[in-house]
């Protein structure tokens, strides 16, 4: 739990679903991917700590929440579209960095 | 369950059943759905309970026609006078933004939060923020919603606006599938739920939340016509429940929302046999002797400057004087103005306002919307309670509506001081000077008295007539009267009938006068005959006298003849003893002289 991580994720789910199961796979493996050791992922499931759902403006399951870096970004659903997730969280994918730098 | 309660089987059924057990469950078949009161002014009666208890309402309606305030006000009334606490699930406004908006009304919502009998959960969805990728659904809005509720046990849930989910996120079908769960949740929860929803073109909501929403769906309403606005309410459906299927006006004020609820449709009133007076006692005695009915419905109409207002003031003055409440809705002239004109017919309405008697409300007809109008009386008599109120002039509504809404105004109004017992004096101008009329908004078939004042032109002057139209259940006379508003007050002058009708103004007086004269005329005439009369009485009294007197005299006369004759006799008879003596002594003896001397003697003692 190293503060000096530069993405700081947290994914909400309510409950084991087969669903939350596969947005967190699918995160690990885009992060692992893109973002080798800069990363922590929090998994917070709302049916253990409802209360939490309030500050982070949840409402959808599962929620991906970017808390780090700012600002704050929010991706809804299962996390299966691999482009949609990196551009939603703002990740400039591994070996295009400069194709969409160019841009 | 509910059909099967009803079938006759089972009414058998129950007809067998002990009677202890019987009145345990008769209850539950009889009785329908249980209802949650509202709290809200009038909307629990328009809907015979509240809102259906334990199921989710949709309240729709435009942007401004009071959604959230209707909401909060449920809430906020089920906590502090039903202790029933409440979450607001707000999807528009941040829980501060909501409090300070509702405090205007004296919601307090800050300190029932502090006292953990309420909970405002304001859900943001910003559509910047979102990014959606594959499925998902809205566990964590309904876990948000279910931790919320638990926290607190609340009964009452307020979702406003749900919608705004449709402008966050793009999915629909999951959405739309999402919305009917949790709508059947709440059911499950067992919770009274309103669901706001903004009113879409053509349809209720703009995306048919109605469709899962079916239990109950009200309809809220902000129409401007001529440039005044009027908030209604309706409801649009209740599913198992009887509720008024009209649209109801309703107020937003200081205290909240009020709705009206306008007609009860029954003709139930009570009816009070006891009576008011006029205030002008000759009036009273047009009316059998003892004025209008309590409770009753007065119309008093008239052209201008017939003395309407003084009729209506001096109404309220009697009842004021009578130790009775009244309310003086001014429409026209503020009330300064009506005490000051009121003083220079000798009536004093300052004592009344200053014992807390008389109550002045004045406003302008454009001050706000018809049923506004309606919803400040309405109120106003609920906290005054007066006995009669007044109000002046009726005709001046029409400038805010037409003539079928003010007599629908009326009408209700009339229905609502007759279930109160309160008289009403209304006053109305008539624009035209020909008295055929049942115009005067179309009220004159609802009122129980009406009484119309005009003008008498006769003789190059103008002069006030008064007469009463009609007075329901009151023997009243037929007369036209002149009405006369002098320094002492008002009053009605005796009818007096010339040659050519009924004399008003100075032709009355000219009358009166001339009458007055023939009457010193023909007194004159009595004593002259009276005179004549005395004088031949005297006369003949003095010829009996004269005839006494000479009866008088001939009596003496008749009596002297007699008395003479009398004397004669005597005389003539002494003489005839003094020539029979005398012839004794001449011829016979002694002894027979001396015994005829004694018996002369004798015989003329």
């Not at chain 1, 403006?57 to 929440?65: H, N, R």
């Not at chain 1, 970004?73 to 994918?93: A, F, H, Q, T």
């Not at chain 2, 998902?136 to 989910?165: C, M, P, Q, W």
């Not at chain 2, 309310?327 to 026209?332: D, G, L, N, T, V």
């Amino acid at each position: 739990m190293a503060k000096a991580k530069a993405w700081q994720l947290r994914l909400y789910i309510a409950g084991e679903t087969p669903r939350s199961q596969t947005a967190l796979k699918n995160l690990k493996q885009y992060c692992e991917k893109h973002l080798k050791g800069q990363y922590e992922i929090e998994v917070i499931d709302l049916l253990i700590k409802p209360q939490l759902a309030e500050g982070d403006q949840i409402f959808a399951v599962p929620t991906l929440v970017r808390k780090v870096p700012e600002p704050i970004r929010k991706i809804i659903g299962d996390l299966s579209n691999e482009e949609k997730v990196l551009v939603g969280l703002n990740i400039i994918p591994v070996g295009m960095s400069s194709a969409v730098k160019g841009n | 369950m509910k059909t099967q309660f009803n079938t006759p089987d089972f009414q058998k059924e129950m007809n067998t059943m002990t009677t202890s057990m019987k009145s345990k469950i008769q209850f539950a078949p009889q009785k329908t759905l249980p209802k949650t009161p509202t709290g809200i002014n009038g909307f629990d009666e328009i809907t015979m309970g509240g809102l259906p208890e334990g199921r989710p309402t949709l309240i729709c309606g435009e942007a401004g026609s009071g959604k959230t305030l209707f909401s909060t006000e449920f809430l906020v009334r089920g906590i502090v006078q039903f202790n029933e606490p409440g979450v607001f699930i707000a999807f528009e406004e941040k829980a501060e933004e909501l409090s300070k908006n509702v405090a205007s009304l004296g919601f307090d919502l800050k300190k029932l939060v502090k006292q953990q009998k309420l909970r405002i959960d304001y859900v943001h969805i910003k559509r910047t923020e979102i990014e959606e990728t594959g499925e998902y659904d809205l566990d964590g809005l309904f876990i948000r919603i279910g931790h919320a509720i638990d926290s607190i046990g609340a009964k009452r849930v307020v979702l406003d606006t749900v919608e705004n989910l449709f402008a966050g996120l793009t999915n629909q079908a999951v959405l739309r599938a999402e919305l009917r769960r949790l709508f059947q949740w709440l059911k499950e929860k067992g919770v009274t739920a309103i669901i706001t929803g903004e009113k879409g073109n053509g349809t209720l909501t703009r995306e048919g939340l109605e469709e899962y929403v079916s239990d109950c769906v009200i309809l809220l309403d902000h129409r401007v016509s001529n440039q005044i606005s009027t908030r209604r309410l309706r409801i649009v459906k209740y599913r198992g429940s009887l509720h008024g299927t009209n649209e109801y006006p309703f107020l937003i004020d200081e205290d909240g929302i009020s709705v009206l609820p306008v007609t009860s449709l029954k003709l139930e009133a009570k009816v009070s046999s006891n009576r008011v007076s006029t205030g002008v006692p000759t009036l009273d005695l047009m009316l059998a002797g003892k004025g209008f009915y309590q409770g009753s419905s007065i119309l008093i109409s008239g052209t201008a400057g017939t003395g309407k207002t003084s009729l209506g003031a001096s109404f309220a003055n009697q009842v004021c004087n009578e130790g009775g409440r009244c309310i003086y809705f001014a429409f026209e002239e503020s009330p300064e103005q009506i005490i000051r004109n009121m003083h220079s017919i000798g009536m004093n309405l300052e004592k009344h306002i200053a014992k807390g008697l008389l109550k002045f409300h004045a406003s302008r007809p454009t001050l706000y919307g018809l049923e506004m109008h309606l919803v400040m009386i309405y109120k106003l008599i609920k906290q005054f309670k007066p006995a009669a109120i007044v109000l002046d002039p009726i005709s001046n509504l029409i400038t805010v509506g037409s003539v079928g809404e003010v007599k629908s105004i009326l009408t209700r109004l009339i229905d609502f001081l007759q279930s109160e017992q309160v008289t009403v004096m209304f006053t109305a101008l008539t624009m035209n000077t020909i008295v055929n009329d049942q115009t005067d908004e179309g009220v004159s078939s609802l009122v129980d008295s009406w009484i119309l004042l005009r003008d008498i032109e006769l003789n190059g002057e103008r002069n006030r007539g008064l007469y009463i139209i009609k007075s329901r259940g009151i023997k009243h006379s037929n007369q036209v009267r002149e009405f006369v508003i002098s320094n002492e007050g008002l009053r009605l002058e005796d009818v007096y009938l010339g040659p050519e009708g009924i004399l008003t103004g100075s032709a009355r007086e000219a009358h009166k006068l001339q009458k007055q004269m023939e009457n010193i005329l023909s007194k004159h005439a009595l004593g002259r005959k009276d005179k004549e009369i005395e004088r031949k009485a005297q006369e003949l009294q003095a010829r009996i006298a004269t005839l006494n007197f000479e009866f008088e005299s001939i009596k003496e006369a008749l009596k002297n003849d007699s008395i003479e004759e009398e004397l004669r006799q005597e005389v003539l008879q002494q003489n005839v003893d003094k020539e029979t003596l005398f012839r004794d002594n001449k011829s016979g003896g002694g002894r027979e002289n001396g015994r005829s001397i004694n018996a002369g003697k004798n015989k003329r003692k």
